[in-house]
């Protein structure tokens, strides 16, 4: 029992302490007050302690800033700060703050624990480094990298290949022949590589059409719990990040940095290119075209072979540019008024008509 | 073995009998019929036996009663009862069969057998009469509370605290920091503190923003299958049903009592006001509001920062009161009628153009 | 270890080999070409060797085909065929390739292994060739039909039945009393026989409606990854395919041969008839009907107890019949025009009007 104590220990208390002094350094920030006040962690603002560093960004809105900032530290930027604050200042807070974090709660490693209940096949080739929790399945002909981390009943299938400081929460399930470039995250309950949905009908039955190919997750990739992933040959570029509970088919490829909120579902061969983002509850049909950098709405509705070009904001279903879709659905507001409009028009033309048959009629009779 | 069998046994096989008048003195109900006849399940028309409740609401529709109950006993409201039957009599038949289901088939309770093959830190706490079934995972600084019942495979992370009398079912995954009132229901393969989506954009990569905080989920929530909800402080208040694969982001706060129904998702810093109605596939941007009690109808989308008034029904893509998305949805079925009219009236405006011109003609050229 | 290994080798490595001679006839297909050329695998064009079989559609796009195919074999229609080929004709050449697929690599059969960590009730019945891997629970009175595979992790209940030749892939959960007829195949995560989601309230609480009966799923039904069907007398019909996401409710009716795309909702008590097509992210209310063959597109909805009535295909929300629904749409489109129309409209009569009016005047002035 205590290899599984460790293990789970191990696993979420790699928290550092960095003084103020050192993490302005290491982020290349100027600061201000006590340098040497330890941080060893970001917090909210209602979380924070005397240990605790939080954040500020300058919205629209005016706020009322505090006497005394409630934590041992802020990041904000020079124009608000106040002079008995400890601060670090940061003209773009937020992404300092999260580097910061990054820094406090770096992500975990691995550091070779593995659990007594673990199966995992003697043809499968462990890193150096690899946490294997309890339950854990690994089969043959799989290779894990340094540095991983198997959490809890994770599976791992036949000849998948897992880069270094990949990390696996609770009953991930990878498939066959899944491959996972360096540092990618699956979260629980994730599944890659089930079979794409395809079925041919011959009239009388649905035959199954084989789903063939592997799946490449490249590296930095993030995806979120209980989100599904269809063999079939899809592609996930480096750095993308995928909600909780999307759906990505067979064939389907994502280009770098790409972000896909909760729920969206994309369906078979289409491509998502490089930095686009993509809202949540979104439906792709298959053999769509997203390009590079687009930003599409949640909710949005992306016809089967429509190509979204570039260089603008999408919404609707399907999918408008944003300008568009707002003019429309303002519209679509005043359908009554318009209705109305209509009717008036036609009494009023009807009236006119009336006193141009009496004009006539009066014309025609008069001497 | 044998504990494993003892173990699933316990679990669902807590059927209690009740005589039709001790039911009925229960719950405050007057009945007819043959009080000592004993109840041992409730059931629905179809699957009915000799020892089942079935209910009867009176609904719009005439329904022909049958001379005889097919059951051992109906609840039904006392102008539809017929003299022959055995039934307890409740104007809120839905509600009181709902109860006598409670009674008859309680909520399973923990009767502490504890798998071989459960993972069990010996850091955590474990209250009594908790079951702990096979291939479940406890991590260090946790506490169970009594008459728990963790079922095959569930996941609980470090430091969570569950209330009294839980039910995990199989597959359900808690990280870290996780808090559980009394009575609290998670269906299998639920997650719940998984990291929020939250990402800042550098130009060049997207870094992740620090998601942090517990989740606390209150008293006699119940939680649907492979519904997800993430880390960074969201509360879902006591009493609140929420269906299957459902999507809640980090630092949503949950009202008490609130229902929402299957695949709808709830975007980061969203409230839900208590006793809220919430349909299914609905999506939220982050930082909207619904006031108490407000209802929401299927697949509405509510945007970010939106507040929704009480004392309406909603529905719609952006959400409008019933009664006006009700006139623009006729309104749109109406739009060919509305072009045609249009065109009717531009024809006959030029029509009446023509004719006048003609008459302007004919004067100006009369003597 | 040896046996997980074995396990896991059985599993996906069913492979088969025939010549394209062999398969041809088995299909009752003419072929041309090498007839001896031994077939190990079906491919896409990109992943082809010289052991695999692509095929070719003619489509509506013209397409130059290669001088050689960079296969072993193709499937094709006979008027795209070149003589240089290794081809075996079809006119439904996608059919044919999909028939073939099932005979390279067929539907894997369960071996009797069973893995040393599972853990099988001395209550439960367990057929012939039934594999049983790591981390496996079958609980109390259930009955697993002959050549099954239960993959990794996988859960099933107390008092089901799974029929020959099924296929639990890991992480699948199977409350209590769920029935799967042949060759039924559940994939990652997906949890059958959950609460029905169903509540009364008394003005004070959420009191939880009883969800009893059981689950039936017929032969041959095809469940994609983390699809939730709930408990409460739900039928999926034989030959059914349902996809990833998808949530079914209590008592829902699915005919035989229905297809229903990812992330589709169906409410409790509605009915799809045989054969019917349903979309990714459609929504259903309670209590609908679907009649047979139906086509309803993606993100489409249904308003509870509506009747969508057979020999149309449906889009929209709430659903129209295509053809209406491409009307409007395309006139939403329009509104602008339709604005700016009225806008003309009422300028031109405005401008009529008082042009009448001055002539009226003028006329009442002549002498």
């Known amino acids: 029992m205590e290899k599984t104590q460790a293990l789970a220990a191990c696993v979420f208390c790699f928290g550092m302490s960095y003084s103020i002094s050192d993490l302005a350094k290491i982020l290349g920030l100027p600061h201000q007050g006590d340098g040497n006040q330890l941080l060893t962690r970001v917090s909210s603002w209602e979380d924070a302690d005397n240990s605790s560093l939080i954040f500020l960004e300058i919205s629209g809105k005016r706020i009322t800033l505090p006497e005394r900032v409630p934590a041992a530290c802020i990041m904000a930027p020079p124009a608000v700060v106040r002079s008995g604050w400890n601060a670090i200042l940061s003209d773009t807070p937020k992404l300092h703050f999260a580097r910061a974090g990054q820094l406090l709660q770096p992500r975990p490693l691995g550091q070779g624990f593995r659990h007594a209940t673990s199966v995992v096949s003697a043809q499968a080739v462990i890193g150096g480094n690899v946490d294997i929790g309890p339950h854990v399945t690994v089969a043959a002909g799989t290779f894990i990298g340094d540095g991983c981390i198997l959490h809890t009943g994770a599976v791992v299938g036949k000849n998948c290949i897992l880069g270094e400081q990949c990390i696996l929460y609770p009953g991930v399930v990878l498939y066959d022949r899944v491959e996972l470039g360096n540092r990618v995250t699956l979260h629980a309950g994730a599944v890659v590589g089930g079979d794409g949905f395809g079925y041919v009908s011959d009239g ?10 592997r799946v490449v997750i490249e590296e930095d990739v993030e995806i979120g719990c209980n989100t599904t992933i269809d063999r079939g040959s899809p592609r996930i570029g480096a750095g993308a990040k995928i909600d909780n509970l999307v759906q990505i088919a067979h064939n389907v490829q994502i280009g770098r940095g790409v972000i896909i909120a909760a729920q969206t579902g994309i369906s078979g061969s289409t491509v998502i290119e490089d930095w686009a983002v993509i809202g949540g509850q979104v439906g792709f049909g298959d053999h769509a075209r997203v390009e590079s950098g687009v930003i599409i709405g949640s909710k949005a509705g992306i016809l089967p072979g429509k190509i979204v070009r570039k260089g603008e904001v999408y919404w609707g279903v399907p999918v408008r540019p944003l ?44 001497p």
């Open 323 to 366: 300008r568009e879709f707002k003019r429309l659905n303002a519209l679509f507001g005043r359908l009554p008024e318009m209705k109305d409009e209509i009717d008036a028009l036609k009494e009023a033309l009807k009236r006119l008509e009336d006193a141009f048959r009496d004009l006539q009629h009066r014309i025609s009779e008069s």
């Open 204 to 213: 009388k039955k649905q035959e199954k059409f084989p789903q063939v190919g």
